[in-house]
């Protein structure tokens, strides 16, 4: 389904793509340049790079795309509000495709507040077909609140995971229709020459993982013994615990009395230690 609501007429307007470094989303920027190559081949797409090691490096992917170095603005130390007013004079041209390599860069640049406010500007236009970004989870901590407030934003979110007792990764994704309905799916998907192939994730059985878990070994757990030997077992049957009832069939010696005698100097009162109280 997602390569449906990707290819959608008009496409989904904000795409969110989060990645890591196990899992990296730069084959699905690579198949949204190529589908909008295919299907919207006049429209002007706009790179904005933000990363030194910017996810795209194919120069024949990138042969048509108007790319605009926003790392060398950073270090020219120009303001975030010079630069967001030169991205949003870009956009007020012609209709383009606004593609953000990547979004964790430009928060860093400019902060969540005013990289939140020119995303959604840039969504609000009438020029901008389509804003697609790139957004690198490592560089976040969950906490920040940042995934929940650009999720909120965007009409696709994606969010990449490694794989997971199959052969490829996984992809959770949310998808805002026009109409309000919103459809939360996860699936499998992996790229055949560059078109993108997803699939259900299919249930597993509970008894089928039980019967294909591996035997566990307790002594492999662990650095002591916790086994028994026949010895030990021996020696188990034959203790006998001290709280337990004794067999009454076994003469007992001594007969457990306890026999006290005084001594000759003990201080031993013969007075009634009640006689005050006339009982």
């Known amino acids: 389904m997602l390569p449906t609501y990707l290819k959608n007429k008009p496409p989904p307007k904000c795409v969110l793509i989060q990645d890591s470094v196990k899992v990296k989303g730069n084959n699905f920027l690579k198949h949204i340049i190529n589908n909008h190559k295919k299907f919207n081949g006049v429209v002007k797409q706009l790179y904005l790079e933000f990363e030194y090691n910017r996810s795209l490096n194919d120069d024949g992917l990138l042969k048509n795309v108007e790319k605009h170095d926003f790392i060398q603005e950073c ?21 383009c495709i606004v593609i953000i390599d990547s979004m964790a860069h430009m928060i860093i640049n400019f902060g969540k507040d005013k990289t939140y406010s020119l995303v959604h500007k840039l969504k609000q236009s009438n020029k901008v077909v389509q804003v697609v970004s790139i957004l690198h989870m490592d560089m976040f901590n ?33 998808y805002k229709k026009v109409a309000g309905k919103i459809i939360e799916e996860n699936e499998q998907f992996s790229f055949v020459n560059g078109e993108l192939v997803t699939k259900a994730i299919e249930k597993l059985d509970p008894k089928t993982l039980v019967q294909t ?31 337990l009832p004794k067999d009454e069939t076994v003469k007992q010696e001594g007969g457990g009395l306890i026999h006290y005698e005084f001594d000759d100097i003990d201080d031993w009162d013969e007075e009634d230690p009640d006689d005050d109280l006339d009982i």
């Open 75 to 95: 270090e020219n130390q120009r303001t975030a509000d010079d630069q967001i007013k030169e991205i949003l004079s870009l956009i007020n041209q012609e209709s």
């Open 142 to 174: 969950e906490n920040d609140g940042i995934f929940k407030y650009f999720n909120h934003l965007s009409t696709l979110s994606m969010k990449l995971s490694p794989m997971f007792m199959s052969e490829w990764p996984r992809v959770n994704y949310t």
């Open 213 to 243: 878990a591996p035997a566990v070994i307790p002594e492999a757990l662990t650095t002591f013994k916790i086994s028994l030997n026949e010895s030990d077992k021996k020696l188990r049957d034959n203790f006998t615990l001290p709280y």
